[in-house]
């Protein structure tokens, strides 16, 4: 049999490098074709890598926890009689090899050029999860700085012995949350801990009241560690601030007649509830069609204009943003995108988006307006040539044919690409948003 050269996979365009979080799958075990290897952690999203040959997992490269390079070798599978030797004995050891590898001597199959595995499938929700495969530890805590001695403190309630069975994401979020496993009764399959039994401890009140001397003996500080995501957005905004020359055309929207519509909408029984954010992204949708030169990238020597609007909706996660893209928004009804966009939001909070979502924008939109904010600026996501911020509809004093009154407005700020675009240009693109939105029957045609 061919050896099979288990590599880590690109799954992004904009992805360099990929962590192992877990493998499922330990050296001697036997591999059939569609086996879960592993657990991935990418800028993006976690997913789980399947076996692409068959064979016993004969060597792993790089640990978990560990990260690698797209397309370095990071696991071997082969039969036992097979010589792997020069294979693991390649320069870098396997996690620092190139992403584009020669085929190697012999007869070991060079995957570089198909996929490694089967393109990976979402992680599924905790109540259908698994059986438990062979665990790693639970994750270190960060390493503080210079720690004080602390105040001696009961001793906690002794943990069963062994290993603790928990599920990839139970033990993240428990990290997260600094909820100790070993001290939680697990509610799923044979004891295991899942992700409800741990956010449960985390919401339980805490009896005891922490001694001030307590708080005084901690470390000052602690360095935690970039994730994946929050590494790629400080390697890539650099990338974008500096080199795109960036200016900000604003406009106050009138958005009464759009929250009235709106009110209508989500008072019909069996019709999918529109959101704010929807209105937004069917108007932006609609004018890009009128306005071409707005749904453009710069491409050096030339500028590249979509035919097809792709917006990608910018959603904030605990260690970072994410831009979940909605296909052909130009093409879909009000009541699609708010399908589509809310399902897209909820697979990217819970990192199970699919490899096609996670790329390929138009042109982007941020909203902070959940979040109580006025009006901001938004950096843009290249190669995109620009990004619309979108700020709290709120209520305030309008004037209306002389009179004062009450009046809900949102700010909308369009950050262009210079290269791509000039200041009258986004101004007419944002005049026209504005312009459906204030009659938003045109949103439903």
Partial sequence: MAITRVVMPKLSEQMETGKVIKWLKQEGDRIQGGDILAEIETDKADVEMEAFGAGVLRKILVPNGETAPVGSLIAVIAEPGEDIGALVAEPGGGAAAPAREAPPAGPAADVSRRPAAVPPQPRREDHA????????????????????PAEPTAPAPAAEPGRVKASP????????????????????????VVRRDVEAAAAAP?????????????????????????????????LSKGPVPHFYVSSEVDMDPAWALREQL????????????????????????????????????????????????????????????????????????????????ERARARKLRTQELSGATFSISNLGMYDVTEFSAIINPPEG????????RQVPVVRDGGVGAGRRMMLTLSCDHRVMDGAMGARFLQDVRRLLEEPLRLLV
């Fill in 206 to 238: 805490t009896t005891a009241p922490v001694p001030a001397a307590a708080v005084a003996a901690g470390p000052e500080y602690e360095d935690r560690p970039l994730s994946q995501m929050r590494a790629t957005i400080a390697r890539r905004m650099p």
């Fill in 266 to 345: 989500n008072a019909l029984e069996g019709q999918p509830k529109v959101s704010v954010n929807d209105l937004v992204v069917r108007a932006c949708a609609l004018a890009l069609l009128e306005h071409p030169g707005v749904n453009a990238s710069f491409q050096g020597e030339s500028l590249r204009v979509w035919r097809r609007v792709h917006v990608g909706i910018a959603v904030a996660l605990e260690d970072g943003l994410i831009t979940p893209v909605l296909r052909d928004a130009h093409a879909k009804s009000l009541g699609q995108i708010a399908v589509e966009s809310r399902d897209l939001a």
């Fill in 386 to 393: 620009a990004i619309l911020a979108v700020g709290a509809v």
């Fill in 129 to 148: 999860e698994r059986q438990p495969a062979p665990e790693a530890g639970p994750t270190a805590p960060a390493r503080p700085v210079a720690p004080a």
């Fill in 169 to 192: 994401l139970a033990r993240k979020i428990a990290a997260q949350a600094g909820v100790d496993l070993r001290l939680i009764h697990g509610s799923g399959p044979a004891g295991r």
